[in-house]
């Protein structure tokens, strides 16, 4: 529950959307696979005497006195950065995760140089190089694809790509791929045509940390990151890199882009650090995966076409239009049964972004909350369910009451 108490009493508006929100996310069905639900500890951290102080620079190099305590709260979320993901140096200033892969660019490009990412329409990320970003006006981004059955991505091609174009950065990563990607093979394109490598781990962070999935960070140059999905912390950025590339990046980020680093957001990090390296954090990564494969065996069977052929992390990436629906209609209908996932664009889709062929789908933040296989086979039948028989409003109500209260049976 939230402390209101003096909130209600100087901005009592604030403090009727932070309860009805509260109240909304009790009684959701959280499927957006980005979302998640972070402990107490995190909370109150995020929320700390942090918030007030300024401390430009890193520890030990202030801009400002009074640091010393500060000092410890970020060397912390350093050393357990470093520690959880073998890593040479770790950065945990980015604001975001925007920010923190421009902030990679400022570091080893100069303008009109090349970036060789996937394509946003196959899984990648808008911060990749999609025209609409910033970057994209300064940066020249080329992109590959996968399979859109498999999942498959074809190294020869992205090998002669990288050789047609001479990108100054390799990078690989995602927002809406569902397959593991070999490390190695990224790593030696970028060697061989003298590029740094780079992997965005922002999605599955808290899966690599609890060991589900392969590691990139002892294998790729560079390793970028948000602290808020699978890792289970505040909504921030983070950079993990060989020593060698420590004083590029520290030196992109303060002074290049950024001024006052959130300390209260770096405390909230060292905590969800803490708890990541705790043995229950592996446990519950292990669940999320295993959930993920159980909702999608059971969204595949009821008529979805999975893209990539299916899962290895905690996402789902599934066309709707075999069962007479767009994503927006899908979102739209799930969100008025209180289960609440994301329209999403899929390879080579016809439709457009606003109202796209797909939806997109994760369980870490339920996976937090303490559902298993069992509750995963219910919601991926109550999806089938109101997507199948999108205008009877008595299914609705009743599916609606039935996943309220599964929700609360599972309180974050």
């Known amino acids: 529950m939230i402390q209101s108490e003096h909130i209600q ?49 890193y520890p030990g190099k202030r801009y400002y006195g009074g640091n010393q305590h500060i000092d410890i709260i970020e060397q912390l979320a350093i050393d357990r950065a470093k520690q959880l993901f073998g890593a040479e140096h770790a950065n945990v200033q980015p604001l975001s995760g925007a920010p923190m ?21 196959h899984g990648g990320h808008l ?31 992205v090998r002669e790509m990288a050789r047609r174009e001479k990108p100054k950065i390799v990078l690989c990563g995602f927002s809406a791929y569902s397959r593991e990607i070999d490390y190695e093979k990224f790593h030696a394109i970028a060697k061989e045509v003298g590029a740094v490598s780079m992997m965005d781990m922002a999605h599955i962070a808290g899966l690599v940390a609890g060991g589900v999935l392969k590691n990139p960070v002892p ?18 950025g983070m950079i993990l890199c060989k020593e060698e590339f420590a004083k590029a990046i520290d030196k992109a980020v303060f002074p290049g882009l950024q001024g006052g680093p959130h300390q209260n957001q770096i405390a909230a990090l060292a905590v969800a650090l803490g708890e990541a390296m705790q043995p229950e954090f592996k446990t519950y ?61 899929i390879p080579l ?49 009743k599916v609606r009451d039935e996943m309220i209260a599964l929700a609360r049976r599972f309180e974050a």
């Open 9 to 57: 009493r100087q901005d009592p508006q604030i403090a009727e959307a932070l309860h009805n929100e509260e109240q909304r996310q009790r009684d959701t069905i959280e499927l957006i696979p980005s979302e998640n639900f972070v402990s107490l500890a995190v909370r109150e951290a995020l929320g700390s005497v942090a918030t007030n102080k300024y401390a430009e620079g």
């Open 127 to 157: 911060t990749h190089g999609h025209p609409v970003t910033f970057a994209a006006k300064v940066f020249r981004f080329v992109r590959y694809a996968c399979d859109p059955e498999t999942g498959a991505i074809d190294y020869d091609a």
């Open 219 to 236: 294998m790729m140059d560079i390793v970028t990151t948000t602290t808020h999905k699978s890792l289970r912390g505040p909504r921030g």
């Open 101 to 121: 892969n421009l902030a990679v660019y400022a570091a080893f490009l100069q303008p009109g140089d090349t970036v060789l990412g996937m394509d946003l329409a």
């Open 285 to 345: 990564a292990q669940q999320v995966v295993a959930n993920a494969k159980v909702l999608c065996d059971v969204l595949h069977t009821g008529g979805m076409r999975i893209l990539f052929g299916g899962t290895d992390n905690h996402l789902i990436l599934a066309d709707v239009t075999p069962l007479g629906l767009s994503g927006r209609e899908a979102q739209e209908l799930l969100d008025s049964v209180s289960i609440t996932i994301n329209k999403n664009m």
């Open 349 to 397: 889709d016809p439709r457009k972004p606003m109202d796209p062929s797909g939806i997109r789908l994760g369980t870490p933040a339920m996976t937090t909350r303490g559902m298993k296989e069992e509750e995963m086979r219910v919601i991926g039948s109550a999806i089938l369910e109101v997507l199948r028989n999108p205008t009877d409003a008595t299914l609705h109500a």
